[in-house]
Nanobody, 121 residues
Framework: QVQLVESGGGLVQAGGSLRLSCAAS????????MGWYRQAPGKQRELVAV???????NYADSVKGRFTASRDNAKNTAYLQMNSLQPEDTAVYYC???????????????WGQGTQVTVSS
């Protein structure tokens, strides 16, 4: 039905930057919220940022002022620009989209495969 493919993770030194992308494909009528989550080893998955269809954003307190979520609706793609990265940002990052496959369907949640972000001190 719908697939989300993430890219852009990697290894970076503290203070560095990375940009994550998440592209959706398949049967898509519309996408509502696009969210970014992360899960560090031994911890629960947490919400990092979310951007609505109207472009409003919300961020976890821990990333405010450093991370910026954006989206390209024409490409069904979300981005997460991560600046001033710190070792505590190390985690697997997942994207999550609320997708409507047809005008008469409700929204379903889809997840990306996850991408590893590692920040060295």
């Amino acid at each position: 039905q719908v697939q989300l493919v993430e890219s852009g993770g990697g290894l970076v030194q503290a203070g560095g930057s990375l940009r994550l992308s998440c592209a959706a494909s398949g049967r898509i009528f519309s996408i509502n919220a696009m969210g970014w989550y992360r899960q560090a080893p031994g911890k629960q998955r947490e919400l990092v940022a979310v951007i609505t269809s109207g472009g409003s954003t919300n961020y976890a307190d821990s990333v405010k002022g450093r991370f910026t979520a954006s989206r390209d609706n024409a490409k069904n793609t979300a981005y997460l620009q991560m600046n001033s990265l710190q070792p505590e940002d190390t985690a697997v990052y997942y994207c999550n989209f609320a997708v409507r496959s047809s005008w008469n369907f409700g929204y379903d949640d889809y997840w990306g495969q996850g991408t590893q972000v590692t920040v060295s001190s």
